[in-house]
Structure formats: C-alpha cells, structure tokens
C-alpha cells in the first residue's frame, strides 16, 4: 500500500464522506423523488453461484486432494478441450504433441515452464499434451513468429505449429481462437434484472470477444418491478482495510456503519485479509461479523468477499503474471474511477486504507428501468440498459 505523507494519519483526517467521482450525477434527482422506506425489510437481491455441482461443499478436506486426482482433473480439461476444437474447426484429428512431421500440425496442450524456478519467458515456454494422447509429452515453443499473444503456466491452448525433428522446438504459426460457453456468477434480483447470465470468452488469444446485450422478456421485468419499486444499492470496497500502524481496523468498523445508516442491498469486499499471517483472517472475520451482527441489516444485506492473490490466507491460483508479447490493456489514469466502457461500467473504488491514512469507497444505486423503454422494446427482448440508469458515487471514508 501507498504510504501517507507524515502526520496524515486516519483519526486526524478532514474529508470524511467527500465525494471524489461521479458517474451519472444527474439521477439523483430521481432518487430523491423515490419513496424509500428504510425500515423496510424485504430482501430485494439473492446471489447465486455458478456451476453449483463443481463446487466445494462447505465441509471439503482443503488441500487434501490426492496427487493422482488433480492429474486426472487436469488431463479431464485437456481432452475436453481437444473435442471442442476439432468441433469449432471441424477437424477430424489433432496431433499428438510430440510427434515430429514436416508439415503444419494442430496441436492442444497446456503452457508450463521448462525451468524448475523464474519466471516465464519465450526461451523456456513449454507445450504438454494430454496423457490419452501423447503420454504427457512436452515440447518447447518458437513463438518467435506470432505477432500477439498472452500466454502463463498452466493455460490451455489450441496451435498450429511446425515440429521438424526432436532436436528443434516447434515453431509456433498462430493460436487458435476457440469461444468457450459458460454462465457467470449472477445475482438474480427479485424486483430487477441487471445481470448478465451468459458471456463468451476467447480463451486462445488477447483480443476479447464482447458478449452479448443481457436482455429479458418485458413481461418478466415488469412482473420483478412490480414487487418492489426501490432501486438496488451496492457499497463496495477494496482492502487494505486497516491502516499500517495498527490492526484496528478502524477504516471497516466505520465503512460497518454506514452499512448499517444506509442498509444497502449488497456489500461487495475486496482484497480483504491482507495483514499479518495467521491473524489476518482472523482479525477481519471478527471484525465483520461484531460490526454487523448487533443489527438488523444482516435480515437483506447480501456480503461478497473477493479474495487476493495477496491475501495472507490464499493460494496463488497461477505461479506468476501472464507474459505478454503485446500491451493489450490500457491503465486509466484516475486511481480510482467509475467509466463506461461499451454497455458494461468499469468500476475502481480505489483502497479504503493507504498508509496510515483513508482511502474510497464506492456507493452504487441501480434505477428501475423506465417504463417507457419496457414499452419500446421491439420484439420480445427488451434490453436491461444498466450503465444508463446507474449511479455511482466514490467518497472519502
């Protein structure tokens, strides 16, 4: 985290509840012609997860998969994957990765390092195959001739490739783009419906795929509107959520109580438990739980609790960042910020703590869709229209 000027500690702060960025200011007005009862008990929104049956249950034995389960796991994914491309590409067989031949081959594998330690780079990136198909060979790459790609240990991809002779690497010729269908995580609103359920992704290749306008019938959103004409309000956050001179965690106890002033209908935590090891978790889950459990929010309040990759407690999901051959991404500017980009927002709250001094947070209010947008709709698809009716307010805590 940023360090703080010396002297600008938390409790001597001055801009408490300023508000830094805006993103559509114009609807507030609108909020504040909303009858908003805030002794209002109904739980307006319901978060579900996806792909339930691959799921951990609460009582899994963590970490303590057998070395021969996850291998079978990993080459599962491998022969999956392999099925899926001869299907895009109507091809009839691939390559064992391995198998020397003059001519151009397609080939499916996994990216791994051919160095014990480092990190990767062009010279030791690796290519293994399934072991149904090769026995788990591995080869190493030529990328020098691919203009654009992003690759990291562990990723699965489709190739095409030249591999002459065991004595050489395979010369990479490009990466095949294959569009892998799956269900994001939603929160199924009981009174709107703001959501995606459906997304592509280009697994194979940086340049993404955008995924289609979330749309729903105009009868069903009328029928999830008409239970409840309140907006649905979000607080997030992002960790460090304690200052570096002390483990109080005084920036989450008072982000808690304006939780429990403004009752919103999720609060989404980010990077939360990223001090001292073996107490951090501890100390956060505290925290949380004192600071709302001696009130009545917990009966609609929805929590997310996004893990890190910093985070005392959590496993590294991949050993290292993905190299890059090319910049794909764009930084904005703004430290925190709140931007449209096509028919999705892009929402950085900025950290609730830096130093020993306060940060952001973000406070999200979603509108009912208008009525007269419900009635416009051409067919029956009527377009759910979030960025234009989302208003996002970033503070000083």
Known sequence: SLQSPPGNNYEKRTDAGKTVSEFNAHLKKEVQAMDLDASDTERLV?????????????????MYTPLFQRAIALDEQLVEYEELVKETFKLEELKPVGDPSPAQVTVVGRIVCEAAEGKLNPSVAQIEGSRKTCGGQRVLLDLSGVPNFQIFPGKIVALEGVYPDTRSPMVVKRFLEVLVHFVLPSIERLHRVVTMDVAYCLVCTC?????????????????????????????????????????????LNDLLHIVVDQKPDVLILVRGIESIAGLGSMLFSIQVGGGLSR????????????????????????PQPPFNK???????????????????????????????????????????????????????????FVPDRTIIEIKRI
């Open 46 to 62: 319901e978060i579900t997860a996806p792909f339930p049956s691959r799921n951990l249950a609460p009582n899994s034995s963590y």
């Open 207 to 251: 340049q993404p795929i955008p995924a289609p306008i979330a749309t729903s019938s105009p009868t069903r959103i009328k029928e999830i509107q008409a239970k409840s004409g309140k907006p649905v309000r979000v607080l997030t956050a992002c960790g460090p959520f304690t200052t570096t001179n002390n483990v109080d965690y005084l920036p």
């Open 295 to 318: 009130c009545d929010v917990l009966c609609v309040l929805q929590i997310v609790v996004v893990p890190s990759l910093r985070d005392a407690h959590h496993e590294y999901v991949y």
């Open 326 to 384: 090319k910049k794909v991404c764009e930084v904005f500017e703004s430290p925190e910020y709140a931007k449209r980009v096509k028919d999705s927002i892009c929402v950085n709250p900025g950290q609730l703590c830096k130093g020993e001094s306060g940060g952001t947070f973000a406070a999200i209010c979603i509108l009912p869709l208008a009525n007269d947008k419900i009635e416009s709709a051409s067919d029956d698809k009527c377009a759910h």
